[in-house]
Each structure stands twice: as C-alpha cells, then as structure tokens.
C-alpha cells in the first residue's frame, strides 16, 4: 500500500480522458475545475502549435540560408587598368546562391546580378546605362577575391575585387 502511495507521488499528475474521473490534480481545485483547465490549457497548446506550423509554412519562422554563401557582403572593387575611378563600394546579398544588390544600402543605379555555386564559384554582372563589368571568383564562408573587366562606349577598365561577410 506505501508502495502504491509513493508511485502515485512519483508519477505525478494523471491526465484524464473525457467523462473520466481525476485521480490526482491541483491541490484544492475541484474536479470542475481541473477539467476546465486541463481542456483550456490543451486548447492553448492546440491553438500554438497551429500558429507554429501556420508561420513555419508562410516562411515567418527561422530563417535558414540555403547555401553557404547566403547573407549579406560589402564588395569592394579596386581599378588597376584603364581611366575608370580607383575604386568602388558595393553592398550585395546572397540569397540561395543568388547574387543581388542588397537592397537596404544600395541606391539602385547599379544593377547587380550575378549567381555563386557550391563551391564559391561567382559569376556576376554589373551595369549602369551604358557601361557593363562582368566580375569572376570565388567566396570562402567568410570572404572572397576575383577580377573584373568592363567597358563603356569610351574606355575599357580591369581590376580585383575583394568581398567580406556583413
């Protein structure tokens, strides 16, 4: 009988099924009582779970990179031919090995786009109006290297570019 005692202690509370009668539950609550609570509580955990599933499916959960190289990256690209400005800055995104301009600090006059493989390989073209560059290279997890060309209607310019993770 002690040992029955101490098993039911030990156990803890008994969760019931409807029209079952509790055997164990808050002390001095009720058996109407613990009832409402043990279905509003499961109503809760219901209702949450739902909500989590419902976020994970519209993409508002965690977000995960798809890729290695996914996220934010300053570009700096550095002239080393030709009558082009010394050097330029530029913030790009990755995005499941998808190179765009990182719309939050980019003022849109570049058009950038460009993809990265597996194994870091870039592949990226820029262009404003008249004047094109295509850049090659390759990214590492937290920084990358390659050259560019590029040529406008007047002059033709070449160089590196370095990138770092934001």
């Not at 499916?57 to 300053?74: E, F, I, N, S």
Request: proline fraction near 3%.
């Amino acid at each position: 009988m002690a040992e029955d005692a101490r098993k039911d202690k030990v156990s803890g509370p008994r969760y019931r099924h409807r029209g079952e009668r509790s055997c164990a539950g808050s002390v001095g609550a009720s058996e109407g009582q613990q009832g409402r609570k043990m279905r509003s509580n499961s109503r809760l955990g219901g209702l949450f779970f739902t909500l989590s599933i419902a976020f994970a499916g519209a993409g508002l959960g965690p977000v995960q990179a798809k890729t290695p190289y996914d996220g934010p990256w300053a570009v700096t690209i550095m002239t080393q031919s030709g009558t082009c400005d010394p050097a330029y800055r530029y913030a790009v995104s990755v995005s499941n090995g998808n190179i765009i301009a990182d719309a939050r600090e980019s003022s849109g006059v570049v058009a950038i786009s460009g993809k990265v493989d597996g194994s870091g390989q870039v592949k990226v073209n820029l262009s404003r109006g008249e004047q094109q560059a295509n850049a090659t290279g390759k990214l590492s997890a937290n920084g990358g290297a390659g050259t560019w060309s590029g040529k406008s209607s007047s002059s033709a310019c070449s160089g590196s570019w370095e990138a770092k993770r934001n």
